[in-house]
T-cell receptor
Framework: DAGITQSPRHKVTETGTPVTLRCHQTENHRYMYWYRQDPGHGLRLIHYSYGVKDTDKGEVSDGYSVSRSKTEDFLLTLESATSSQTSVYFC??????????????FGPGTRLTVL | DAKTTQPTSMDCAEGRAANLPCNHSTISGNEYVYWYRQIHSQGPQYIIHGLKNNETNEMASLIITEDRKSSTLILPHATLRDTAVYYCIVMPNDYKLSFGAGTTVTVRA
């Protein structure tokens, strides 16, 4: 299994509070991704990173920010959590980004509940 | 982006081959077909991908039709641990993955 860990694995928080999720990899892969998975919506990309300090928005980026100060760490921050951000969050990594060489390896996920 | 269509669910007997179909009739010439699966409560797992030639790895085989409008993932000897949701994806050129509903595969003893 790819060396990807996510922390915390479970979190319950209240509306309006800031939340930071961490993704840590030991594979030295250049690309890192944050997804959320919800019933009825499948898996959707929030943000991704193509290098240290290089990030870009995905499909559902509103209300989220990211930072990547080291190759191995990619942080996802909910500035002010809302109930609509209750979800399971997955981090993924890939070595390349070409269409034919973009195997993404996923972490175990973080289950976030916003009350 | 090319969309895919998969059956909602299918059953398979343990030890038998599982053949999972996927339609992707709007696929472009340079778009790859990827397969992932997700076992309950775990992160998605990459299985295999291909462009137009058939591909095989230690997990599965991927058969892509000559016109590339459909493909079949084959699990040669299904085990109970292969029970999962299987996702067929056409990798968009902007490499941003999104999964639909997939096929829920139940392997029965």
């Amino acid at each position: 299994d790819a060396g990807i860990t996510q922390s915390p694995r479970h979190k319950v928080t209240e509306t309006g509070t800031p939340v930071t999720l961490r993704c840590h990899q030991t594979e030295n892969h250049r690309y890192m991704y944050w997804y959320r998975q919800d019933p009825g919506h499948g898996l959707r990309l929030i943000h991704y990173s193509y290098g240290v300090k290089d990030t870009d928005k995905g499909e559902v980026s509103d209300g989220y920010s990211v930072s990547r100060s080291k190759t191995e760490d990619f942080l996802l921050t909910l500035e002010s959590a809302t109930s609509s951000q209750t979800s399971v969050y997955f981090c993924a990594i890939s070595q390349n980004r070409d269409s034919g060489d973009n195997e993404q390896f996923f972490g175990p996920g973080t289950r976030l509940t916003v009350l | 982006d090319a969309k895919t269509t998969q059956p909602t669910s299918m059953d398979c007997a343990e030890g038998r081959a599982a053949n999972l179909p996927c339609n992707h009739s709007t696929i472009s010439g340079n778009e790859y077909v990827y397969w992932y699966r997700q076992i309950h409560s775990q992160g998605p797992q990459y299985i295999i991908h291909g462009l137009k030639n058939n591909e095989t790895n230690e997990m599965a085989s991927l058969i892509i039709t000559e016109d590339r409008k459909s493909s079949t993932l084959i699990l040669p000897h299904a085990t109970l641990r292969d029970t999962a949701v299987y996702y067929c994806i056409v990798m968009p050129n902007d490499y941003k993955l999104s999964f639909g509903a997939g096929t829920t595969v139940t392997v029965r003893a």
